[in-house]
């Protein structure tokens, strides 16, 4: 199946409650991720909330990533797009899996802009290609 | 199941070309959908591609909407996250889709962060709540 993206949505449990509601570490580790993963970051925005979280995204030119950090429950969600075989989605989930000591993760990885579905205007729906679900 | 979040990610197909490599257009909507939908905008950030495409984020008290364009392909990749009672994305979506044309979507629901996984330390993955695919 042809797709022009990839998007690995992650879910984080277990992570250091105090990292998640640290902004500065969680950019610096999101514009990380983004550099390893072999992507061009464009731009990013963050913002920590009231009283606790993190929220954020950074816009590369392979598409994006986001964040948004729950501390109280020590869960963080992770959204990697990417598109083009030069950028490793994967690469960058396992740098924030690590940078947030996540103790348990699951992902799901999807096909985004499916090519067959370009010129057909035929039915047809996100097409998951894997579900992992690990414990580190 | 109780989460913390919900997340549509959306395939519009078909979509007018001019409109998805018009930055402000796309900006403009994206505002709108995050305003209808209930939601309060934080901080967004958008980019024009040379020669065409735009990607861009908007920051939410209640997450974020992203979107990526393929004028080349009339293909627009949608994500609607939202967290909270008080916000509808399926609002949003709808907004998106009228404003971008779409002649075809496709959709996936996702519930993120499942609040019976933040103690147990058990194996879990994303959600899927529900898939639907529609012809506009």
Known sequence: MR???HQIVAEFYGCDKALL????????HMLEA?????????????????????????????????IHTWPEY????VDL???????????????LREALGAGHVSTMEVHRGQI???SMGDQGQP??????????
Do not use: W
């Not at 797009?81 to 740098?95: K, L, M, P």
């Open 3 to 5: 797709s022009l993206g």
């Open 34 to 66: 983004a550099v390893k993963s072999g992507a061009t970051i464009v731009t990013e925005t963050f913002h920590h909330f009231s009283p606790h979280g993190v929220s954020g995204a950074v816009i590369i030119a392979e598409s994006h990533l986001a």
């Open 116 to 118: 067959d579905m370009m």
């Open 21 to 28: 509601n640290d902004v500065a570490y969680i950019r610096n």
């Open 81 to 95: 797009f990417t598109c083009g075989d030069s950028v490793s989605a994967e690469i960058g989930f396992n740098h």
């Open 74 to 77: 020590g869960y963080a969600a």
């Open 127 to 136: 097409a998951m290609k894997l579900v992992t679900s690990q414990t580190g």
